[in-house]
């Protein structure tokens, strides 16, 4: 059975940091472009970073970059968002979520695609930004 199981997420004062991560059991991240996405109430979700091992490709969308970094350490099962310098705006639910398989062998994009199929979702992680 696939998980996909996000934590680290929390209260942080604009300008702050968090780390999330994201768990995945039941299935060999190379072979899978991961994902992390994030919705605010009322508004449509958006991408916000993604990473295919496999092919070496990170990307971000211009909202975030040089302030959000996905990786994984090793041979983990484990992705890690690592966000600095946290906007208000940035208040969301934030999941991770994995590409069709096979496509961790290509360069992935990192917006959210309605058309697009992802196979694996976790649950979500809430992340606040406040004063």
């Known amino acids: 059975q696939v998980q996909l199981v996000e934590s680290g997420g929390g209260l942080v004062h604009p300008g702050g940091s968090l780390r999330l991560s994201c768990a995945a059991s039941g299935l060999a991240l190379n072979y899978y472009s991961i994902h992390w996405f994030r919705q605010a109430p009322g508004k449509e979700r958006e991408g916000v970073a993604c990473?295919?091992?496999?092919?070496?490709?990170?990307d971000y969308p211009d909202s975030v970059k040089g302030r959000f970094t996905i990786s994984r350490e090793g041979f983990q099962n484990t992705i890690y968002l690592q966000m600095n310098n946290l906007k208000l705006e940035e208040t969301a639910v934030y999941y991770c979520a994995t590409g069709t398989w096979g496509s961790g062998s290509r360069s992935c994009s990192p917006y959210y695609e309605p058309r697009v199929e992802y196979d694996y979702w976790g649950q979500g992680t809430q992340v606040t930004v406040s004063e």
């Open positions: 990473l295919s091992i496999s092919a070496g490709s990170t």
